[in-house]
């Protein structure tokens, strides 16, 4: 991996009588590679609470205008774990009276090769910040991580960045950024055997685009069937599915990713499962700029699943009082000419 280094923009050299301009804040940062520490969890004759380590890696900021939404996107790759812990990447976006945040996350397994794609992981965080005011946008990455046992343990962010990935995209004709969060849990199993979330409602979009790129990113929890299990898996698969719509409310076209189907163990809990489709607009006749979009996840077998809702109720810091929601499974759309 590349060594990481802050993004910053220098300023010019001037001459005598010419005002040099303030720095421009930096809308791209790379994260310096660094060993996380995941505190353990009480044990049960302490009486306390576990306690997540939050660990700030990089923060971006854009000048923004009323109208306009940017994607913020941060990468985290993972590894060399001492013991099985929860990696997770938070992105917390603040501006004078709002915020939006978002944290994907796994647990990460020690280093034994036994589950290489476990053993080392990449999660990536993104969504779509639309302010509704000309304001400055500030967005910080994070860390989140806690041990899942007596002891702490470690594990390495080996790189990855923050940056505004889009600073300008186009929004509904409503004026408004085209996105949805899954808002709680939401279980399957062999008796409710489908899911058709994170979903978006229907859209329109101004006429001229080509086309829309859509991002479904879940992350598919398994639910254990009793307090004691230690083992087992969920098996379910997973499709992001667009449609377009005709003038008279019938389908337009519709299209699809290929389905993916993934085995969660379940002492990873908690697994993310992105997916993205780049999706051709029509013109043929009745056929409109009016879409929606959804993840369909269908359980295959074992233990039984769900869809991760919002995160709520997540600390600050280490051990603060003060706590925050952060969105978790969530869709998106940008639209491309």
């Known amino acids: 991996m590349r060594r990481a280094a802050s993004?910053?923009?220098?300023?010019?050299?001037?001459?005598?009588?010419v005002c040099v301009p303030p720095a421009m804040a930096a809308t791209s940062y790379t994260f310096q590679p660094q060993t996380i520490l995941a505190p353990r969890v009480p044990a049960p004759e302490e009486q306390r609470k576990p306690e997540q380590n939050v660990v700030p890696v990089g923060s971006v900021s854009l000048a923004m205008s009323s109208t306009q939404t940017a994607v913020i996107k941060s990468v985290m790759r993972?590894?060399?774990?001492?013991?099985?812990?929860?990696?997770?990447?938070?992105?917390?976006?603040?501006?004078?009276?709002?915020g939006k945040n978002m944290v994907i996350g796994q647990n990460i397994l020690p280093d034994t090769g036994k589950y290489p794609d476990l053993e080392d992981i990449e999660l990536t965080t993104q969504y779509l910040v639309h302010p509704g005011v000309a304001t400055t946008v500030t967005c910080t990455a994070q860390v989140r991580s806690i041990s899942l046992g007596y002891d702490d343990r470690y594990y390495n962010l080996v790189g990855g960045s923050i940056q505004f990935t889009d600073q300008s995209v186009a929004n509904t004709t409503t004026g408004q950024p085209i996105q949805a969060s899954v808002a709680r849990n939401t279980s399957i199993d062999s008796a409710s055997p489908v899911l058709r979330i994170p979903a978006t409602n229907t859209f329109d979009i101004a006429p001229g685009f080509k086309g829309l790129k859509v991002f479904g990113d879940s992350n598919y929890m398994v639910v254990k069937p009793c307090a004691d299990c230690t083992t087992g898996a969920s098996t379910a698969r997973f499709t992001l599915l667009v449609n377009q719509w005709k003038a008279d409310g019938t389908v337009c076209h519709s299209d699809s990713t290929t389905p993916i189907t993934k085995t969660m163990l379940y002492s990873v809990h908690h697994v993310y499962v992105p997916l993205t489709k780049q999706f051709e607009i029509k013109t043929d006749p009745g056929c409109v700029p009016r879409f929606n979009a959804y993840v369909k996840v269908d359980y295959i077998s074992g233990y039984d699943g769900a869809t991760h809702g919002i995160a709520k109720g997540l600390t600050d810091s280490r051990g603060s009082a003060t706590t925050h929601s952060s969105d978790m499974s969530h869709i998106f759309a940008v639209p491309y000419k």
């Open 78 to 98: 993972f590894n060399s774990a001492t013991g099985r812990a929860l990696a997770d990447n938070e992105i917390i976006c603040k501006w004078p009276g709002g």
């Open 7 to 17: 993004s910053i923009f220098g300023m010019a050299v001037v001459v005598a009588l």
